[in-house]
């Protein structure tokens, strides 16, 4: 059972546009949000997270907004840059010694 | 700085053969250690994960096993690999206190033939 959901497997957005990728989440009990980039044959890397008591983080040109009562975070970027195409996962849980993962979004930012 | 390693890189295996693939961390201590699989159109799947030496948890049933012969070595294997087992495979380490982020590996992709 899927504990975390991306719903959407790709999004394609315009060079300087906002790109809003969007993640589910089931269990009320999760505290810590984050997202990664991955690119192709490369491991995730982390990007940024936000905690239960926060509905906001920002960091540059990224920001991911939480709804606890919706279960529902979602990562802003803007504007969006062709470097910025990847697949982004979406990951929660308790903590970040135990992370669920969603299945990505890859997102393509077209020059 | 903390660094992780991978290797091999990319494996092609026939169906049936041994598994070996290793995982080490620099620059930390006593790290909680995990191996993912992202399968081909699905998310990252947690396969084991590792709190100290010899200490091995399984998320998921399956062909595979992990072992952790040092503090910051993990090791997953099969003795017999299945078609099924193809994917992309990744090593991530987590401090054992705070709240930071679980830091992956460059990753091993299997292919099963």
């Known amino acids: 059972d899927q504990q975390v959901k991306q719903n959407s497997p790709s999004l394609s957005v315009q060079e300087g546009r906002i790109s809003i990728l969007n993640c589910d989440y089931t269990n009320s009990m999760f505290d810590y949000f984050l997202w990664y980039k991955k690119y192709p044959a490369e491991g995730p890397t982390f990007l940024i997270s936000?905690?239960?008591?926060?509905d906001k983080n920002e960091d540059g040109r990224f920001t991911v907004f939480l709804n606890k009562s919706a279960k529902h975070l979602s990562l802003h970027i803007v504007p969006s840059q062709p470097g910025d195409s990847a697949v982004y996962f979406c990951?929660?849980?308790?903590?970040?010694?135990?992370?669920?993962f969603g299945t990505g979004t890859r997102l393509t930012v077209i020059p | 700085s903390q660094t992780i390693h991978q290797w091999p890189a990319t494996l092609v295996q026939p169906v049936g053969s041994p598994l070996s693939l290793e995982c080490t961390v620099e620059?930390?201590?006593?790290?909680?250690l995990y191996w993912y699989r992202q399968a081909a159109g699905r998310g990252l799947q947690l396969l084991f994960y590792?709190?100290?030496?010899?200490?091995i948890s399984s998320e998921v049933p399956q062909n595979l096993s992990a072992s952790r012969p040092q503090d910051r070595q993990f090791i997953l294997s099969s003795k017999k690999l299945l078609l099924s087992d193809s994917g992309f495979y990744l090593c991530a380490w987590h401090p054992p206190a705070g709240q930071e982020t679980q830091y992956f590996g460059p990753g091993t992709r299997l292919l099963v033939l």
């Open positions: 590792s709190v100290g030496i010899g200490q």
């Open positions: 936000i905690s239960s008591i926060k």
């Open positions: 620059g930390t201590s006593n790290p909680n």
């Open positions: 990951a929660s849980g308790p903590g970040a010694n135990n992370l669920f």
